[in-house]
């Protein structure tokens, strides 16, 4: 006979088992589901330097809204770009440019 409890919400019985079996297929579709997205991510450069306890540099954009200042930090070396929209000018459209060309800068 399976493990049983009474929930203090429901007068009904709950079948322990029943739910862990159920917990342990959501589980395994969680899992699946993040091996999927693993496989289409990009890869973090930072990241991966921080993860192994390397030093990472990054510049806070604040003042220049130019796309170009993302190739420029890529160029001397960079490992981020930090956009920081409490301090700074910078609407949504600034910011979506600045993001897609550090997407694209990869």
């Not at 322990?16 to 973090?44: F, P, W």
């Not at 306890?53 to 003042?63: E, R």
């Not at 956009?83 to 694209?104: K, R, V, Y």
């Amino acid at each position: 006979m399976p493990a049983r409890c009474i929930s203090p919400a429901y007068p009904t019985y709950i079948n322990v088992a029943a739910l862990a079996n159920t917990d342990s297929m959501a589980v395994e579709a969680e899992s699946q589901q993040l091996q999927a997205a693993r496989q289409i991510a990009r890869r973090n450069p930072l990241k991966e330097k921080l993860i192994k306890g390397q030093l990472a540099h990054a510049l806070s954009v604040k003042l220049v809204s130019s796309i170009e200042i993302i190739g420029y930090a890529s160029a001397v070396g960079y490992d981020s770009v930090l956009i920081d929209l409490e301090h700074s000018p910078f609407g949504l459209e600034t910011t979506n440019q600045l993001c897609c060309a550090a997407l694209a800068n990869e």
